[in-house]
């Protein structure tokens, strides 16, 4: 009897218990973390990168940043004097890269020119990394891969860019680098949508050598000139070499063409001119022949514009 005497006194009566599940299945749910927009920008200080549109001309579907030519102005003395040695090019690790870039017959050529407009504003990067290309955006800014600044075990050190670099004759000197930049999705999620950075120079060479304009549009590229130039590994150490297309493929996060490249133009301008914007970039180069037979680079989109523009100004 006691014991069913304490079976009762532990019962819940059928007209409570419907209010306390009611009450369970009304509780919040735990908060989850939300996910990190892959283009969130990430530095080598750790620093925030505040918004600055300042110098850039904005639009419906589309938006510029100008190029500028720059005084041409040479270094001179110890200057100009070479600090480093070859390095082999830097390659983004586990990712898709082809065995060759060469599509069919090389139609690379050389430009020797590399004092004048706008390969002066053309850079060959050394650093821990490796060798890469990179191409100035403003007096001291200059736009290059985001496996060229930043590996998979962390970001670059020792960097040096030498802008209009031919062999051993460096006209314009080098600078270092105060700061690295990329983004999440590159340094956290090693996406090739999201392949790309900058470097922050510690001087301001481009007031001699000019910079290249970038512009982003929403509409397709497809059939849009393609110049490409850069420092592939592949040929003399440390020179200049061109070649011309079309976008022959727009993704919405990637270009593609037939530009013949190596590694070591990793960074490359891909550039054209137009109406609006002379020697402008539309991608920057990443990727040798991938599965569609084309190389490839990132597109330059209205996130990776807004990106570009907050480093420079930053």
């Known amino acids: 009897m006691s014991r069913l005497r304490s079976i009762r006194r532990?019962?819940?009566?059928?007209?409570?218990?419907?209010?306390?599940?009611?009450?369970?299945?009304?509780?919040?749910?735990?908060?989850?973390?939300?996910?990190?927009?892959?283009?969130?920008?990430?530095?080598?200080?750790?620093?925030?990168?505040?918004?600055n549109t300042e110098g850039v001309t904005i639009s419906s579907g589309e938006a510029y940043s100008p190029s500028h030519q720059g005084d041409g102005k040479q270094a001179i003395g110890r200057d100009r004097q070479v600090d480093d040695m070859d390095v082999?090019?830097?390659?983004?690790?586990?990712?898709?890269?082809?065995?060759?870039?060469?599509?069919?017959?090389?139609?690379?050529?050389?430009?020797?020119?590399?004092?004048?407009?706008?390969?002066?504003?053309i850079a060959k990067i050394t650093s821990s990394i490796g060798g890469c290309t990179g191409w100035l955006i403003d007096a001291n800014t200059v736009v290059t891969a985001g496996h060229c600044v930043h590996g998979g075990g962390g970001w670059a050190t020792n960097v040096r860019v030498y802008p209009g670099r031919n062999g051993t004759s460096?006209?314009?000197?080098?600078?270092?680098?105060?700061?690295?930049?990329?983004?999440?999705?590159?340094t956290s999620d090693r996406d090739p949508a999201y392949d790309y950075g900058a470097i922050k120079l510690n001087c301001s060479i481009g007031n001699q050598t000019g910079w290249f304009g970038y512009r982003w549009q929403s509409a397709s590229l497809n059939g849009q000139a393609t110049n490409l130039a850069g420092y592939p590994g592949d040929k003399t150490a440390n020179t200049l070499w061109r070649d011309n297309d079309t976008v022959r493929s727009t993704a919405t996060r990637r270009l593609y063409y037939a530009n013949d490249t190596a590694g070591g133009q990793s960074g490359s301008p891909v550039w054209n001119n137009g109406a609006n914007c002379s020697t402008c970039s539309i991608a920057v180069h990443a990727y040798g022949v991938g599965s569609n037979?084309?190389?490839?680079g990132t597109r330059i989109t209205e996130a990776v514009f807004n990106n570009l523009t907050n480093w420079k100004n930053s």
């Open 88 to 121: 082999p090019p830097a390659t983004p690790d586990g990712q898709e890269v082809g065995i060759t870039s060469v599509i069919g017959a090389d139609n690379r050529v050389r430009i020797t020119a590399t004092t004048t407009y706008p390969y002066r504003a």
């Open 293 to 296: 037979g084309y190389n490839g």
């Open 170 to 186: 460096t006209p314009y000197g080098s600078c270092g680098a105060s700061r690295l930049f990329s983004v999440n999705g590159w």
């Open 10 to 51: 532990l019962s819940i009566p059928m007209a409570c218990a419907a209010p306390i599940l009611a009450l369970s299945l009304l509780a919040p749910a735990a908060p989850t973390s939300a996910a990190i927009d892959p283009h969130t920008s990430v530095s080598s200080d750790g620093a925030a990168v505040a918004t």
